[in-house]
């Protein structure tokens, strides 16, 4: 038989043993463990005690249950304030290993933007695709056919001296214009043709506004009904949305062998309006590309019957146009890389 000081003597004992430990813990974790030891429903020490009111008189069970439940309650009340003590340090601990100093000042990192090459590149192609052109870009290493003479301008043809160019055998050559696209094309393709060609062309001719590999884009239509005033409406629209709406074009004579008219087609001064400026010279014009009406001999050459179809070609100088946006002088500095001048360049 139990009796009750003989309960309340053990309850004493437990207490003191919970209070020992549970101030040892060394975190919620261990006193978690701790407290599951006194007070889980089938281990715990102070839980046991209920196992003895078996063994206790009948008049002093509801003492004696009472008593342990007391103690019970004790010791959940106790376990609890240790432990939001400790949890509160481990939160403090916590707060501090994971401490950022914002003050600190970032690291930066440099973006990258588009060569400007490339960047006017693309938003020529941006502005022909919106006008149902499409890109083909062809190779840079070419055969003398597709680079002169399919474009009329056959051996000893006076007009091979306006481009100096780099041989790399008697009959392959790197391509000096953009134009030798134009005849793959037309080769392999049945009108209406509506193309887009750009690329690197070479030619030995090096100032400061020539360099031996510069970018060309070759424009080309062909279709039924095809005449200068389609080119010129076309390019009026591709000015406009390069330099800005007030932009005018004109066409003045010239010649190239594989158009006929031929054109060189200048812009209004983006600069002055048209009053006269360095930029212009004076003369209130900024030659930007040579065009023309697509010879004859060219689209016969090509398979295509001229009596039938006709057709459009520009090609313009891709490293001018950025020059003339952006206000460059001299075409070094669009191929030395220097960081200093590209990233003031960003469109
Ligand atoms: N290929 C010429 C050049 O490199 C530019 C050119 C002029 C292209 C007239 C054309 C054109 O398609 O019709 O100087």
Same mark, same amino acid.
């Given at each position: 038989m139990k009796d009750l000081? %003989?309960?309340?003597?053990?309850? /004493? #004992?437990? @207490?003191?043993? *919970?209070?020992?430990? &549970?101030?040892?813990a060394a975190n919620s974790k261990g006193l978690y463990e701790l407290k599951k030891s006194f007070l889980d429903s089938k281990q715990g020490k102070l839980s046991a005690l209920m196992k003895e009111m078996a063994q206790v008189p009948a008049e002093q069970k509801a003492n004696f249950g009472k008593a342990v439940n007391?103690?019970?309650?004790?010791?959940?009340?106790?376990?609890?304030?240790?432990?939001?003590?400790?949890?509160?340090? %481990?939160?403090?601990?916590?707060? /501090? #290993?994971? @401490?950022?100093? *914002?003050?600190?000042? &970032?690291?930066m990192q440099k973006k990258g933007n588009l060569h400007p090459i490339t960047t006017v590149r693309n938003q020529l192609i941006d502005i022909f695709a919106g006008m149902g052109f499409s890109v083909y870009e062809g190779s840079e290493i070419e055969n003398d056919y597709y680079?002169?003479?399919a474009l009329n301008t056959p051996q000893d043809h006076?007009?091979?001296?306006?481009?100096?160019?780099?041989?790399?055998?008697?009959?392959?050559?790197?391509r000096t214009q953009t134009s030798s696209g134009q005849i793959h094309v037309m080769e392999n393709t049945k009108p209406p043709i509506k193309i887009l060609s750009p690329g690197k062309v070479f030619r030995s001719d090096d100032d400061a506004t020539h360099s031996p590999m510069f970018t060309q884009m070759e424009g080309l239509v062909v279709d039924e009904g095809i005449t200068l005033s389609d080119l010129k409406g076309s390019l009026d629209t591709f000015v406009k949305k390069v330099f800005g709406d007030e932009t005018t074009t004109r066409l003045r004579p010239s010649y190239f062998p594989f158009t006929e008219p031929s054109v060189?087609?200048?812009?209004?001064?983006?600069?002055?309006?048209?009053?006269?400026c360095r930029l212009c010279k004076g003369t209130g014009w900024i030659e930007i590309l040579g065009a023309g009406v697509v010879n004859k001999k060219v689209l016969e050459n090509c398979g295509i019957d001229?009596?039938?179809?006709?057709?459009?070609?520009?090609?313009?100088?891709?490293e001018r146009i950025a020059m003339l946006k952006y206000g460059i002088n001299n075409i070094k500095m669009l191929f030395e890389s220097d960081l200093r001048v590209l990233d003031q360049i960003d469109d």
């Amino acid at each position: 038989m139990k009796d009750l000081s %003989e309960l309340q003597s053990q309850i /004493e #004992s437990l @207490k003191a043993e *919970i209070r020992e430990h &549970a101030e040892k813990a060394a975190n919620s974790k261990g006193l978690y463990e701790l407290k599951k030891s006194f007070l889980d429903s089938k281990q715990g020490k102070l839980s046991a005690l209920m196992k003895e009111m078996a063994q206790v008189p009948a008049e002093q069970k509801a003492n004696f249950g009472k008593a342990v439940n007391e103690a019970k309650q004790w010791a959940l009340g106790f376990f609890e304030d240790i432990d939001s003590k400790l949890k509160e340090k %481990e939160m403090k601990l916590r707060y /501090e #290993s994971e @401490k950022i100093d *914002i003050s600190m000042p &970032a690291k930066m990192q440099k973006k990258g933007n588009l060569h400007p090459i490339t960047t006017v590149r693309n938003q020529l192609i941006d502005i022909f695709a919106g006008m149902g052109f499409s890109v083909y870009e062809g190779s840079e290493i070419e055969n003398d056919y597709y680079n002169f003479t399919a474009l009329n301008t056959p051996q000893d043809h006076p007009a091979r001296d306006m481009q100096d160019t780099f041989y790399l055998s008697p009959e392959f050559l790197l391509r000096t214009q953009t134009s030798s696209g134009q005849i793959h094309v037309m080769e392999n393709t049945k009108p209406p043709i509506k193309i887009l060609s750009p690329g690197k062309v070479f030619r030995s001719d090096d100032d400061a506004t020539h360099s031996p590999m510069f970018t060309q884009m070759e424009g080309l239509v062909v279709d039924e009904g095809i005449t200068l005033s389609d080119l010129k409406g076309s390019l009026d629209t591709f000015v406009k949305k390069v330099f800005g709406d007030e932009t005018t074009t004109r066409l003045r004579p010239s010649y190239f062998p594989f158009t006929e008219p031929s054109v060189e087609v200048d812009v209004s001064c983006f600069e002055c309006g048209g009053k006269g400026c360095r930029l212009c010279k004076g003369t209130g014009w900024i030659e930007i590309l040579g065009a023309g009406v697509v010879n004859k001999k060219v689209l016969e050459n090509c398979g295509i019957d001229s009596s039938k179809y006709s057709g459009f070609a520009f090609g313009l100088g891709i490293e001018r146009i950025a020059m003339l946006k952006y206000g460059i002088n001299n075409i070094k500095m669009l191929f030395e890389s220097d960081l200093r001048v590209l990233d003031q360049i960003d469109d």
